[in-house]
């Protein structure tokens, strides 16, 4: 057997150092919407279709929804399945982690839909 040449021991060398140390890959934790009747005001940021952004600020059965330069001041409605905060003219619903911003009146035309909560705001 003949002996490798000393260049490419110097290449190969490092690479035996590269080991994983057990370190576990973690998915990043998910942004939990709060308890409809939640005290304490918690403000969510979230990532929909066609790169729009909805935030919303959830307290005492109230969400305070913004999206492109217009605010609504919602209610929660208890109802079956996910969550739903309704005012005159819009409302924000979904389950899980997945939500759409709605208009109340004719055809209930979507304005921003499919959207997931992406940071916690203030």
Known sequence: MRPLPA??????????????HGAAVTAPASIARPAPDDL???GIAYACEN???VRVVYAKNRAT????????????QPGGDGFR?????????GRDDLAALRENFGTGRPL???CRPTRLTT
């Open 85 to 93: 905060y309704t005012d005159p003219s819009v409302q924000w619903s």
């Open 65 to 76: 929804v913004t999206f492109e330069n217009r605010t609504w001041r919602m209610e929660y």
């Open 40 to 42: 304490v005001p918690r």
């Open 7 to 20: 260049a490419v021991l110097m290449l190969v060398a490092p690479l035996g150092a590269c080991t994983q």
């Open 51 to 53: 790169h729009k952004e």
């Open 112 to 114: 921003a839909w499919n």
